[in-house]
């Protein structure tokens, strides 16, 4: 039998399971499907849930045997949703917490029918608790982060005209799969499917936004899926943009840099050295205390100043409302760096912060990672921009 070994000491995983206990005390019965969030509480994303009254007990529906090499929980297998309506039989409950932004109308249905009882929604509270980074989850995503920084050392010289997007693209995936990417992102936000773990955009394709998930997309190759690199190829004096991920133990770095080949329009690089000064700011403030929403209006007031406010975070009708947000277990965490979210920021809470401007035949961007502080930021990506 393969023996699989934690990737966190015992207290950290006892800290993560008081605190869900604590803040789901009102709540007498919890059930929770989100794999990100079953690997933070019992050490294996294994398909199944876990359920939460007094206690936490995992419930897997293959291979228990692995999952209980895993975990300190009482943990038993999952033949069939059957099991809700066996727990039912015994339990009887006001309020059932789900995750209500992520599970199926048909499974809140099924679970809402069997206990017969009000469903209430743990969502926004699962993900306020994973936003803090403790100092073992902080090592990893830092692990991460040096994956990306190294993807960009591996490439940058193989990025030169004649080459197309997906030549660069596939190189910079199969790097990162040997350094020990897993090959996927774990995403929250609705229906949305990353196409490749290096987008890698040129010239006109920069300009291009076929999501809605953040200011850059690149056209892809196929008309089910929009977005990513495409075949064209690499011009002579143009701006080459990049967006990669690195993943490690399940943990996101999410990281851009612009290379500019031969000798670009000076607005391009003027642009980029925005970016840049966007960054030396967040240094300052992504610190404990701060509203998010102030962090963004003070970083909006920077760029107004310069003549690139246009063209900050999109074109148009495309713009998005964001500057930055959360990374962890999931890509799109929280906090988000956006006018609509007043939250504090939290010590531990790290942030992709990825000002991008696209301009009138190209684009522009620069993305990197920081460790909310006490007093100062930690960047974690230190690719040299």
Not at 61 to 81: I, V
Not at 120 to 135: A, E, F, M, N, W
Not at 195 to 220: D, H, K, R, W
């Amino acid at each position: 039998m393969t023996v699989h070994n934690q990737v966190f000491s015992n207290k950290e995983y006892k800290n993560r399971e008081k605190i869900l206990l604590d803040k789901l005390e009102d709540i007498e019965l919890s059930f929770v499907f989100n794999r990100p969030d079953l690997y933070y509480y019992s050490g294996s994303g294994l398909d199944g849930i876990l359920s939460v009254d007094d206690k936490i007990t995992r419930y897997v529906k293959r291979n228990a045997d692995t999952a209980k090499q895993l975990t300190d929980l009482e943990t038993y297998p999952m033949h069939s949703f059957r099991l809700f309506k066996d727990l039912a039989k015994n339990t009887k409950v006001n309020k059932i917490g789900l995750e209500l932004d992520i599970l199926p109308y048909k499974t809140v249905s099924y679970i809402k029918k069997a206990f017969n009882s009000e469903i209430v929604d743990i969502g926004p509270l699962l993900r306020d608790i994973r936003s803090v980074k403790s100092i073992e989850e902080q090592e990893i995503l830092k692990k991460a982060a040096k994956q990306t920084d190294d993807s960009f050392d591996y490439i940058r010289d193989f990025i030169k005209p004649g080459v197309t997007e997906m030549e660069i693209s596939t190189k910079i995936e199969s790097f990162l799969r040997r350094e020990g990417h897993p090959g996927y992102n774990n995403i929250r936000n609705f229906q949305h499917n990353f196409t490749t773990q290096a987008y890698v955009m040129a010239g006109e394709n920069t300009q291009i936004l076929n999501t809605s998930f953040g200011p850059v997309s690149g056209v892809g190759i196929c008309n089910m899926h929009m977005n990513g690199p495409s075949y064209r190829k690499i011009k002579n004096n143009e701006a080459v943009l990049i967006d990669t991920t690195g993943v490690y133990e399940g943990y996101t770095a999410d990281e851009t840099i612009t290379f500019f080949v031969g000798k670009p329009d000076k607005n391009l690089i003027d642009a980029y050295e925005v970016a840049k000064d966007v960054h030396r700011l967040a240094e300052k403030i992504l610190i404990e205390g701060n509203l998010a929403s102030d962090i963004y209006n003070e970083m909006i007031d920077l760029v107004s100043n310069t003549e690139f406010k246009l063209n900050f975070m999109g074109k148009g009708d495309d713009k998005v409302g964001f500057i930055g947000h959360g990374i962890g277990l999931e890509l799109d965490e929280l906090p988000i760096i956006t006018p609509n979210y007043s939250k504090k920021l939290i010590a531990g809470q790290v942030i992709a912060l990825e000002p991008k401007f696209i301009l009138k035949r190209s684009g522009v961007g620069l993305e990197q990672d920081y460790i909310v502080g006490k007093n100062s930021a930690e960047r974690i990506t230190n690719f040299d921009w």
